[in-house]
C-alpha cells in the first residue's frame, strides 16, 4: 500500500554494482508474478530449462537468436534501468541496442567534454588508443602524421599474421561496391572486421558512451565503435580472419563468412572480449565502475 510512497517501485542498483552482461539464446524473455523469466530450449551455455532472471542486478541482457521477448519484460526492463539489446550468435552482430537510460552519465559527459577539445584533449585520446594499438607514445601530434604510421605498421601485421597461418597474402583490398570481389583472405578480414564491431558496438552501449564521437575516425555515425574495434584488430579481428581462411580451404562447402562469424564467437566468448572493451572504455576516459576519475 506504500511502496509508491517509499520508493519501492522505483528503486534501482546503481550500474557499478551489477554484474555487467548476460546471454540468452533460443528460448521465450516474458514476466511472471514480477519475476523476469527464460525459458531456454537449449544452447551451448545455458541447458535447457525455466530460469529467474536477476534483472536487477544485470546490467545488459544480451538477445540471441531465436529469442522472443515480451512487452511485460520490456516494461520491467525499461523501469528497472537494464539494458538490452538483439545480438547475432555470441555478439557477432548487433541489431538493436534500446537505450540504457543509465543511471550516470559521467562517461559520455567526460567523453564529449574531452571529444570537444579538437586540438588538445582529443588529440591526447588519439594518441592513447595509438599508443595502445602499437605499444609505445608516438610524439607526434598531427593526427594525419599518426593514422600515416599506423598504416605503414599494420601493412607488416598483415605479412606477418599472413605468413604465420600460411595464407598467400597480397594486400588489403576493399572494394565497397563490389566486396565480393575481394581474395579470400580480404574477405574474411571484412567479415571478422564486422564481427568485432557489433562486440564494440555492445560494450558502447553497454558504458553508455556516445558512438558518433571518435577521437581516431570522425565521419561515420559509429566512429568511437570503430575507435574501440581497432583496439583489438592485433589480436582478434586478423587472426581470426587468417585462420579462417585456413579453414576455408579444408573445409571448401563452408561459407568463409559462416567459418569467421563461429571463430570470432569462440574467441568472444573463451577471452570475454566484450568485458575487456568495456574496461578499455573505462580506463580510456580514466574512470572507474563508477564514473568516477581515477
Not at 558502447?204 to 566512429?223: C, K, M, N, R, Y
Not at 579444408?250 to 574467441?267: F, H, I, M, S, Y
Request: aromatic fraction near 6%; hydrophobic fraction near 45%; charged fraction near 25%.
Amino acid at each position: 500500500m506504500l511502496k509508491g510512497r517509499l520508493g519501492i517501485d522505483t528503486a534501482r542498483v546503481p550500474h557499478a554494482d551489477r554484474h555487467g552482461l548476460l546471454w540468452l539464446a533460443r528460448g521465450t524473455l516474458f514476466v511472471e508474478d514480477g519475476t523476469l523469466r527464460f525459458v531456454s530450449s537449449g544452447t551451448e551455455g545455458l541447458p535447457a530449462g525455466d530460469y529467474a532472471i536477476p534483472f536487477q542486478a544485470v546490467s545488459l541482457l544480451l538477445l540471441g537468436p531465436g529469442t522472443t521477448v515480451s512487452h511485460d519484460a520490456l516494461r520491467l526492463m525499461a523501469r528497472h534501468g537494464t539494458g538490452l539489446a538483439a545480438v547475432g550468435d555470441d555478439g557477432v552482430r548487433l541489431y538493436t541496442a534500446p537505450p540504457l537510460l543509465p543511471d550516470d552519465s559521467a562517461l559520455a559527459r567526460r567523453q564529449a567534454r574531452l571529444w570537444a577539445d579538437a586540438d588538445g584533449a582529443r588529440l591526447d585520446v588519439a594518441r592513447r588508443l595509438y599508443a595502445w594499438r602499437l605499444g609505445e607514445v608516438l610524439p607526434h601530434r598531427d593526427i594525419a602524421v599518426l593514422r600515416g604510421i599506423e598504416g605503414s605498421r599494420m601493412r607488416e601485421t598483415y605479412r606477418v599474421l599472413a605468413e604465420r597461418h600460411g595464407v598467400v597474402w597480397d594486400g588489403r583490398r576493399y572494394d565497397r561496391a563490389n566486396p565480393g570481389a575481394a581474395d579470400l583472405p580480404n574477405q574474411a578480414i571484412n567479415h571478422a572486421a564486422s564481427a568485432v564491431e557489433a562486440a564494440a558496438a555492445i560494450a558502447v552501449a553497454a558504458t553508455a558512451t556516445l558512438p558518433q564521437l571518435g577521437f581516431i575516425h570522425e565521419d561515420s555515425g559509429q566512429s568511437f565503435v570503430l575507435d574501440v574495434a581497432d583496439l583489438f584488430r592485433d589480436t582478434v579481428t586478423l587472426p581470426v580472419a587468417f585462420k579462417a581462411v585456413g579453414l576455408a580451404r579444408r573445409q571448401p562447402d563452408q561459407p568463409v563468412d559462416r567459418l569467421v562469424r563461429r571463430l570470432c564467437g569462440a574467441t568472444f566468448r573463451r577471452d570475454a572480449v566484450i568485458p575487456a572493451m568495456i574496461d578499455r572504455i573505462k580506463a580510456l576516459f580514466h574512470a572507474d565502475d563508477r564514473g568516477r576519475d581515477t
